[in-house]
């Protein structure tokens, strides 16, 4: 079901970009997986959207019972790390939520936007 709810997610994706809910319009969206060369491991980014290099956002798509913890949501920024983009925004996607952490560091940094799999089904 993961690769099925990324693929849900990407669709919500354009839906926002269609409505202008996105910070930037997208030039390049899609899977991206490769090498972190300071980390010494291979990373893998669910969405990676964007245009030139300006801007990016990088997305999160989970589909388990679990909330999103903070360690996802770290992790996603480590892996930003690996580009150069002059700035960057995470979206996380979850079908459980997300814990209190994570909440209290999105509502502290604007570039931080999380959706839940209800939210999304709502506004389909």
């Known amino acids: 079901m993961g690769l099925i709810f ?15 809910k996105l910070p930037f319009f997208i ?3 899609g899977r991206w997986w490769g090498n972190d060369p300071k980390n ?9 959207a964007y245009k ?9 798509c989970k589909w388990t019972n679990e909330r999103i913890d903070l360690k996802i949501l770290e992790n996603l920024i480590q892996k ?3 580009f150069r983009f002059e700035k960057n925004y ?7 939520g997300f ?3 994570v909440i ?5 940094d604007k570039n931080i936007k999380l959706f839940s799999f209800e939210e999304m089904a709502e506004n389909d």
Do not use: V
Not at 6 to 20: D, G, H, M, R, V
Not at 40 to 48: H, N, R, V
Not at 90 to 96: H, Q
């Open 6 to 20: 990324e693929q849900i997610c990407k669709q919500y994706f354009f839906e926002l970009a269609k409505n202008n």
């Open 27 to 29: 030039g390049k969206i």
């Open 40 to 48: 010494k491991y291979e990373a893998e980014i669910d969405i990676l």
């Open 52 to 60: 030139c290099k300006k801007d990016a956002i990088f997305a999160e």
């Open 80 to 82: 930003s790390k690996i």
């Open 90 to 96: 995470f979206y996380l996607f979850s079908k459980s």
């Open 99 to 101: 814990t209190k952490a």
């Open 104 to 108: 209290d560091k999105a509502s502290e």
